[in-house]
Each structure stands twice: as C-alpha cells, then as structure tokens.
C-alpha cells in the first residue's frame, strides 16, 4: 500500500514498536509525528497518511494532538485513519479514543494479518463520518443525539488520499 504512516508517540519503548511495525506492515514512509504541517507537505508524496498512537497511561494526552489532525484544513489530513494501539487499553480509554474520533483502537495480538484486514478496511471502501463542534469521526450511535450535525461519506485511496463523496446537513432526533 502507497501510505505514509506517522507514529504519534515516544521515540523509544510503544513509540519505537510502532515505527518497526509500521516497517513490517509495508508502508513505504514511516515517520515520528512532528506537526500537522509536516503531514500536509507529505501528503504531496503519498496522499494517503495514517497516524498510528503508541499506547500512553492516559489517552486524555492524546486529544490535543488527535483535535489538530480531525480538525486540519486539509482533508487529506483531516479524514485520516487515526490508530491507537495498546496490548489492554482499559474501557474507559477506548471510550475516550472514540470520542476523539478515532478511527479504530487495536488491542493484541498484533499479528501482520490480524493488522493489514484492520487497517485495509479503511481503504477503498465508504466510510461515513459525523462532524459536529467538538467531534470529527467515524459515525457511532453515540454522536447521534440530538442537535444538527455533517454526515460525510468518504473514500481513502492510496492514488488520490480522501475524496468527500456525499456532505450533508442532519439533525438528530
């Protein structure tokens, strides 16, 4: 697969796992995360970038950083896979990903099969998301409330990146 993935994480211990994993998984670029306007120069390369999470003691950490990928002006950025990975997040942590959007949490074993049909079923099929003011992500019945939000179909490829294929206007009942 042409992607980029960037390891949002320390540089040694999780971090550095996820970029020898990123490695064996076959992406062509793996990088430490180091700003969103980095990214964005990257995405000219290979259009489709994934952001892979080490494993932190509070995933509450991670929202700064996942608010300034979800909330990017370029969509390219803005709709890409987020990944956090962790041999036994707690509930409440997975809870936490999801309300920042993300995209899938991914606990052990991570086995290259079991990770390659986790991470190629955000490409090259539809996926919806909800945006509201405070959330951008993957549509889940909890962002269905009441209140008007954006339900977005989209589509990564790894030839284009993210194309918005149907962009509405709802209001939850």
């Known amino acids: 697969m042409k992607a980029c993935a960037y390891v949002v994480g320390p540089s040694d ?3 550095a796992a996820l970029l020898d994993m990123g490695r064996e ?9 180091q700003s969103v306007a980095a990214a964005e120069a990257q995405s000219q390369q290979t259009p489709l970038i994934f952001f892979l999470f080490a ?3 509070d ?4 929202k700064g950083v996942a608010d300034q990928i979800r909330f990017a002006p370029a969509r390219r950025i803005r709709f890409s896979p987020l990944l956090y990975f962790s041999e036994s997040p707690s509930r409440e942590a997975i809870s936490r990903c999801i309300e920042m959007g993300f995209d899938d949490v991914i606990t052990l074993p991570f086995t290259r099969p079991r990770l390659m049909t986790r991470i190629t079923r955000l490409v090259d099929h539809t996926q919806v998301y909800h945006e509201t003011s405070g959330y951008l992500g993957p549509e889940r019945p909890i962002h ?3 209140g008007q939000f954006r339900r977005l179909e989209i589509i990564r490829t790894a ?3 993210t194309s918005v294929l149907r ?3 709802r209001v939850g009942v």
Do not use: N, T
């Open 13 to 15: 211990g999780p971090g």
């Open 25 to 33: 998984l076959g992406f062509p670029v793996v990088l430490p995360f």
């Open 55 to 57: 494993a932190v003691h």
């Open 59 to 62: 995933v509450r950490i991670l």
């Open 144 to 146: 269905r409330g009441s």
């Open 159 to 161: 030839a284009i990146g």
């Open 167 to 169: 962009d509405e206007m």
